[in-house]
């Protein structure tokens, strides 16, 4: 069984009319720059505790259960777009609970996470110190005549 190194803490903070659920490692500072991890598909914020455990330093780190996956409310649906997660991340790093705003973030996501940050970093440059995307490959390629049939 894996032994955690680094505890975190639950939290649950108000997203866009949603309640989203955190994980937090450590606590935040003026001279350590935030970590903040976004999963990927069908994953949860919790498939990140290899990753702080193997961290050299003590971060403070903030990953979210995207909406609808893990403890975080779904938005009633039965789909998801990537322009509500692109809102859901700008509001999170916004969120005053979290103490992401004093400094531009380093910023991590993986998979469908990566593609949400890659958007993200040509919205709001200004908001991210540090991108790092793990297999996060982008959106194919199309163009507007393929909807029709992409959406049958």
Known sequence: MYQVKRKFRSEFVPIRNLQYHVQIWGEPSAVKT?????????????????????????????????????????????????????????????????????QPVDLLGHSMGGNVVMSYAGVRPTRIRRLVNLEGFGMPETRPSQAPKRMA
């Open 34 to 102: 935030p970590l903040v991890m976004v999963h990927g598909w069908m994953d949860v914020a919790a498939s990140f505790q290899f990753m702080v455990d193997a961290l050299a330093a003590e971060r403070y780190v903030v990953a979210a259960d995207w909406r609808g996956f893990g403890l975080s409310d779904s938005a009633g649906g039965d789909s998801y777009w990537f322009p509500d997660y692109l809102g859901d991340l700008d509001a999170l790093l916004a969120h005053p609970e979290l103490d992401l705003t004093a």
